[in-house]
């Protein structure tokens, strides 16, 4: 079965603009997290939606935002970027969430400039 | 909330040797335990995971175990290849599913032929 897809894979934005991520999950699962990657910071979550809601959330600024759409799609926004938001953002899904380990996509490559 | 320490954040050993990583959590509630493995340039994957019930898990060279008394669990790779070389990261999740997810921050492992 299809894995979890993002798109786009890589994006270049200018500072103070907006970007929108997308991440369509494992047919089935309910659950999609999203996270973000640095070398410097590591794996970082940034919020959990589940059936539409959003379950958890990180330690993020309100300039991160998400949704989750009633065929669990999710898409994540960033607005008014800065140069540190230059990382690769991770999409993942699992069935019912954290207690069965997540399925990851291969991930945004947004650079900020 | 959780907080997970991963150690080493780097680790080289000759082909053939084993590879001991070890993470050490906080919240006594966790009772999940996955293992991802995220080559270079590429996803994270979900390598082996355990519950608090079971203090060992082993899947072909790889291993983990769970000591719940000292909140540390470790991966154990045996009889280690070139292919290995990746990062490793170890998560901590609290019963429920409805809390955030806590990566360690992960540990460089190379192989060296």
């Known amino acids: 079965k299809a894995g979890v897809t993002q798109t786009p894979r890589y994006l270049i934005k200018t500072r103070g603009q907006q970007v929108t991520l997308s991440c369509s999950p494992i047919s089935g699962h309910r659950s999609v997290s999203w996270y973000q990657q640095t070398p410097g910071q590591g794996l970082q979550f940034l919020f959990e939606y589940f059936s539409e809601t959003q379950r958890n959330k990180g330690n993020f600024p309100g300039r991160f935002s998400g949704r989750q759409f009633s065929n669990s799609r999710s898409e994540m926004n960033v607005s008014t970027l800065e140069l540190g938001d230059s990382a690769l953002y991770l999409c993942?899904?699992?069935?019912?969430?954290?207690?069965?380990?997540?399925?990851f996509g291969s991930g945004t490559r947004l650079t900020v400039v | 909330g959780e907080n997970v320490e991963q150690h080493p954040s780097t680790l080289s050993v000759q082909e053939g040797d084993s590879a001991v990583i070890k993470c050490t959590y906080s919240?006594?509630?966790?009772?999940?335990f996955p293992w991802y493995k995220q080559e270079l340039g590429k996803r994270p994957q979900l390598i082996i995971d355990i519950r608090s019930n079971v203090g060992e898990k082993k899947d072909q060279r790889i291993a983990v175990t769970l000591n719940k008394t000292a909140k540390h669990f470790s991966l154990h790779i045996t009889e280690t290849q070139p292919e290995d070389s990746a990062v490793y990261f170890c998560?901590?999740?609290?019963?429920?599913?409805?809390?955030?997810?806590?990566f360690g921050t992960g540990t460089k492992l190379q192989v060296i032929p």
């Open positions: 919240d006594s509630a966790s009772n999940y």
């Open positions: 998560e901590a999740n609290p019963s429920g599913g409805y809390q955030k997810v806590t």
């Open positions: 993942a899904s699992s069935a019912t969430g954290h207690l069965y380990g997540y399925t």
